[in-house]
């Protein structure tokens, strides 16, 4: 049984990686030449973050930083986060995204929306030059932000996310909660800071980068309102209750977590947004 990693095998698994055979493929013909599945993965995954290591560095790339990540080596149907079990309903590695249903239930996500209507104002987003706030056409929904842990229901939820995704309670911005009527829409963007722009150097002051992002769903809309992620042509249809998480391990499209709210065509749409830092944030 051969389980080096020669060059030739190195160089074999980036060029099919590259032409677009996916993993499973890989592990089984692997699996084909004597390989032991569990050693084919772990042989997969370390010459293909390898190689992502060495074009991050030849092309001069931001550092890649340890990202959230739910607990999904064994391929659980359920991630017990204390109060309840949460559904694994659809993962994808690159960009990494997972759908997860039954992380709120509908009394919950009511509350929640009855919890913020009354302090939802324009949405703002960041402003880059400066770091502070701006209206923004690319963003038409109201919204508002909780405090951390600022009701008793926004710290249950804040400690279900952070045992699902296996990151600190700390390193959480407060929750947002976002309204959006019928034509309005979030714009495809990232939601990490550019290192670039002159704003972004106060806002990663507080925390550091934003590594990972769980939107969940709190009502149905009748038409339209999902979450799109473009570079791969995925839409993640808006459920109450179920939420979807993404992360990116550097600032940078390499990524793939560029990401939108399509319009709203008919009906209302409801998201809370948990957005994870890589540190405390305060
Ligand atoms: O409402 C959405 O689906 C959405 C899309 C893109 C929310 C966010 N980004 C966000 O809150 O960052
Ligand atoms: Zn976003």
């Given at each position: 049984m051969r389980q080096t990693i020669t060059n030739e095998l190195r160089q074999w698994i980036v060029s099919q990686a590259a032409a677009g055979v996916t993993a499973p493929s890989l592990v089984e013909a692997m699996r084909k030449v004597g390989w032991t599945e569990d050693v084919a993965v772990d042989a997969i995954e370390q010459v293909l973050r390898g190689h992502v290591d060495k074009v991050a560095r030849e092309q001069g790339w931001p550092a890649a930083t340890p990202v959230p990540e739910p607990a999904l080596d064994d391929a659980p149907l359920f991630i017990d986060v204390g109060d309840r079990r949460v559904e694994v309903l659809v993962t994808l590695a690159s960009p990494r995204v997972v759908l997860f249903g039954n992380l709120l239930s509908s009394e919950e996500s009511e509350q929640l929306i009855a919890q913020a209507r009354p302090q939802l104002k324009r949405s703002l987003t960041v402003?880059?030059?400066?770091?502070g706030s701006e209206v923004n056409a690319q963003r038409t929904s109201d919204g508002m932000f909780f405090e951390r842990g600022q009701t008793p229901l926004v710290q249950r939820l804040e400690e279900r996310i952070a045992r699902l995704v296996n990151w600190?309670?700390?390193?959480g911005e407060g929750l947002q909660i976002l309204h959006y009527q019928p034509g309005a829409e979030y714009k495809p963007?990232?939601?990490?800071?550019?290192?670039?722009?002159?704003?972004?150097a106060k806002i990663l002051?507080?925390?550091?980068?934003?590594v990972g992002t769980l939107v969940i769903y709190l009502n149905n809309p009748v038409k339209g309102g999902g979450t799109i992620f473009p570079d791969v042509h995925l839409e993640v249809s808006p459920r109450q209750g179920n939420a979807v998480f993404f992360s990116y391990e550097?600032?940078?499209p390499s990524t793939r977590s560029l990401h939108g709210g399509s319009p709203v065509i008919e009906g209302e749409k409801w998201i809370a947004t948990k957005w994870l830092r890589e540190r405390e944030f305060r």
């Open positions: 402003q880059v030059a400066t770091g600190p309670i700390e390193n963007h990232y939601d990490y800071f550019d290192p670039q722009h002159a704003g972004s002051a507080r925390g550091g980068q934003r550097r600032p940078h």
